[in-house]
C-alpha cells in the first residue's frame, strides 16, 4: 500500500502542541535553482510532501495527495498527484512582492489501519488546506566591482555579489529565501558578466534597491565581446578564393580577439565587362582590388571568369535562413542546350560555436557568408539553434590539441547528438583557417602561415617542402590490393594447373585440398595465405602430372626393350631353324655320264 508522507521541514517546536494523528500541512521549501534574475523577486521550484504528525499512518493503495498550485500570477492553475516520499515542482513568478498566492493540498482515500506511530485520534478521510503566502519586502546588500559608467560597455569582466540580509522568514508554514541557494552561503548570489554574442555583452548590475539586475550592452565598432568584457579587436582580412579569376571569391574584413571574431565587411568579386574581373583580395589586413583578364577562352559572367558559350547557374535549398542547415550548388551549364558543364555543392557550416558559414544565391553566383547566431543561440551542424538545445552542456575535442598551424586537426563540438565536424582548412595559398576548442566550446581563426611558408592540406609548411610537379606515375596499388590481386593471380594459376592434370586423369587430390583452403583464405580477405596456399596447389598438381608423365615415359622405355629382345628372340630362332634344316639333309649321289 502506497503511504502518504508530507515531510515537516519546521522545527519541531513548530509542531508543539499540535494533537498526534491532526493532518498537518506545510512548510513548502523552496529549491535549490532558485533564481531572481531580471526581477525583483522571482520563486522557482517550490517542492511539497505531505505526512501526518502523529506518526506514519497507513493509506489504502489508491491513495493520493492532490496538490494545486499557481503556474504564476495570472497563468491559471495545474494539478499534480503525490505518491509518498514524492515531491512536485511548480512555479510562482511575480515582480510585486506583496500579491497572495493560493496553494491547496489534499489526501485523499486514507486508510482507517493505523500502525504504533499513528495516533487513534487521526480521522481517516480527505483533508483540504489552503495556504496564502505573500511574499514580504526584503533588505539586500549588492556589490559589483565594475559598475561605472553604465551604461557603456565595461572592458573588465567582474563578478556581482548580492546577499539577503533579513534572515529567512516564515509564513502559513512557507519558508522562503529572495535569493538563491549556491555556494557555501545559502544566501549569496555570486553570478559573472558573460558575452551574448560576438557584438554584446550581458553586463551584470546592481539597482538603488541593492537588488542584482543586468543590461545588454553593445560593444563598439572596434570591439569583441570575449570572456565578458568588451575589448579592441585585432583587423583579420580572409579571401577565399585566393585571388583566382574562375571563382567567386568574398573578402570577409573582421575584428578578432582571444578566439572570437566579429564581422565588420564583406566584399564580392565582380564583373568589369565581359572579359575583365574585379578581383578582391588581401594585403595584410587591408582590402585591395584589382582588374584582371580573363583568361584566353573565358568570358567574365556575374563574379568570375566562366568558358566562353557557357552561363552561370545556382541554387539554394535554404535561402538565407540560419535555423536549417542548407545545399548550394552552383557551376556553369552550357547556353544553347543548358546541359551542366561544371558543378559543385557546399554545404553550411559553424565557423565557431556563434557563427554560420552561410552559402546563397546572388544571382547565379554562390557566395560565402559569415553570419552571426541571434543571442541565446549557439551554432550546431551548420545552423542556429535555441531553446534546451542551446543550453545543454556543451562538448568540444582537438586532435591537434589547439592553435597548432603545423598540423591538420580536427575539432568535433555541439551538443548532445547534434556535433558539428570541422577540420583545419586553407582559405588560400597562405591563409589557414584553424579550429580549435576553448574551454567547451569550437571556434575557429584565420592564421597567416610565416613568410617562408604556405598553406597546403589544412596546414603550414614551409616552401621547399612543397613537392614539384612531377610526371604522374601509374597508379601503384595499396600493398593490401596488391597481395590481393596476387592471390587472385595465384589462384587462377593453381586452377589451371589442377585442370591441366585432372584432363589426364591425374590424381590431384592433394592439390585440390590446397586449393579449396585458398580459395576459403581469400573468402576471408587473407590474401597473403590465399597466395601461398595457391602456390602449394599449383606445384602438386605439376608434380602429379611429372610423376605420371615418368611413369608414361618409363613404360614406353621398357616396351621398346621388350619388342627388341623379341626381335632378337626371333632372328636367333629364324637362324637356329635354318642351320637345323641344313644339317638335316641327305648327301646326293654323283651322276654318272653314260659311255
Known amino acids: 500500500m502506497r503511504i502518504i508522507v508530507l515531510i515537516l521541514l519546521l522545527s519541531s517546536i513548530l509542531f508543539a502542541g499540535i494533537a498526534p494523528g491532526t493532518f498537518y500541512i506545510g512548510p513548502l521549501r523552496v529549491g535549490g535553482t532558485f533564481d531572481i534574475e531580471d526581477m525583483a523577486v522571482k520563486i522557482i521550484d517550490i517542492y511539497a510532501r505531505a505526512s501526518f504528525t502523529g506518526g506514519l499512518c497507513k493509506t489504502s493503495s489508491s491513495s493520493y495527495a492532490l496538490i494545486s498550485h499557481p503556474t504564476g500570477i495570472g497563468l491559471g492553475t495545474t494539478t499534480s498527484n503525490l505518491s509518498r516520499f514524492e515531491d512536485v515542482g511548480f512555479s510562482v513568478k511575480d515582480a510585486d512582492t506583496n500579491v497572495p498566492i493560493p496553494i491547496n493540498m489534499e489526501v485523499s482515500d486514507i486508510d482507517g489501519y493505523y500502525g504504533e506511530f499513528c495516533s487513534g485520534l487521526a480521522t481517516p478521510s480527505s483533508r483540504n488546506v489552503t495556504i496564502k ?29 548580492a546577499k539577503k540580509i533579513v534572515p529567512e522568514d516564515v509564513r502559513g508554514n512557507i519558508i522562503f529565501y529572495s535569493i538563491a541557494q549556491s555556494g557555501a552561503d545559502p544566501e549569496t548570489r555570486t553570478i559573472a558578466d558573460v ?66 571574431s566579429r564581422i565588420t565587411a564583406t566584399y564580392t568579386d565582380s564583373c568589369v565587362d565581359s572579359n575583365t574581373v574585379r578581383e578582391f583580395s588581401c594585403s595584410g589586413s587591408t582590402v585591395i582590388n584589382t582588374t584582371i583578364a580573363c583568361p584566353a577562352g573565358y568570358n567574365c559572367a556575374g563574379t568570375k571568369c566562366i568558358p566562353a558559350g557557357d552561363i552561370e547557374f545556382c541554387t539554394d535549398n535554404d535561402g538565407d535562413g540560419l535555423s536549417i542547415r542548407g545545399t548550394t550548388r552552383s557551376g556553369t551549364r552550357n547556353a544553347a542546350t543548358l546541359v551542366e558543364t561544371s558543378g559543385n555543392d557546399e554545404q553550411d557550416g559553424c565557423i565557431d560555436s556563434n557563427t554560420v558559414r552561410e552559402y546563397i544565391c546572388d544571382g547565379d553566383n554562390r557566395i560565402a557568408l ?27 575535442s582537438d586532435t591537434d590539441g589547439g592553435i597548432e598551424t603545423s598540423k591538420k586537426g580536427t575539432v568535433e563540438y555541439g551538443v548532445e547528438d547534434l556535433i558539428t565536424i570541422q577540420n583545419d582548412e586553407c582559405l588560400s595559398e597562405t591563409t589557414l583557417v584553424e579550429y580549435y576548442c576553448e574551454s567547451a566550446l569550437g571556434k575557429g581563426t584565420t592564421i597567416t602561415c610565416g613568410t617562408d611558408q604556405i598553406c597546403q592540406e589544412g596546414r603550414c609548411i614551409t616552401k621547399e617542402s612543397k613537392p614539384k610537379p612531377q610526371p604522374t606515375p601509374p597508379p601503384t596499388p595499396p600493398i593490401e590490393e596488391a597481395i590481393k590481386i596476387l592471390a587472385e593471380d595465384r589462384i587462377k594459376e593453381a586452377n589451371e594447373a589442377i585442370t591441366i592434370a585432372s584432363q589426364a586423369n591425374k590424381n590431384v587430390d592433394d592439390a585440390k585440398v590446397k586449393f579449396v583452403q585458398a580459395q576459403a583464405a581469400f573468402d576471408n580477405d587473407n590474401y597473403e595465405k590465399a597466395a601461398s596456399l595457391a602456390d602449394e596447389a599449383k606445384k602438386l598438381a605439376i608434380q602429379a602430372k611429372e610423376i605420371e608423365t615418368k611413369k608414361q615415359q618409363t613404360g614406353i622405355d621398357q616396351n621398346m626393350v621388350l619388342i627388341g629382345v623379341a626381335v632378337l628372340i626371333v632372328i636367333i630362332l629364324i637362324i637356329l631353324y635354318l642351320k637345323s634344316r641344313k644339317g638335316n639333309e641327305k648327301p646326293k649321289a654323283p651322276e654318272t655320264t653314260p659311255k
Open 133 to 161: 503566502l505573500t511574499i514580504p519586502p526584503e533588505t539586500y546588500y549588492c556589490n559589483d566591482p565594475d559598475a561605472t559608467g553604465l551604461p557603456l560597455p565595461q572592458t573588465i569582466a567582474s563578478s556581482v555579489t
Open 195 to 260: 558575452c551574448l554574442n560576438a557584438s554584446a555583452v550581458k553586463e551584470r548590475t546592481c539597482l538603488a534597491n541593492e537588488t542584482l539586475s543586468s543590461q545588454n550592452i553593445n560593444c563598439s565598432s572596434l570591439s569583441v565581446c570575449a570572456n565578458g568584457r568588451c575589448v579592441v579587436g585585432d583587423i583579420v582580412c580572409t579571401d577565399s578564393d585566393g585571388a583566382d579569376t574562375t571563382t567567386t571569391g568574398t573578402i570577409t574584413m573582421k575584428r578578432q580577439k582571444e578566439g572570437v
Open 370 to 396: 559569415e553570419r552571426d547566431c541571434s543571442t541565446g543561440q549557439i551554432c550546431s551542424d551548420g545552423k542556429c539553434i535555441s531553446g534546451p538545445e542551446a543550453t545543454t552542456p556543451q562538448y568540444c
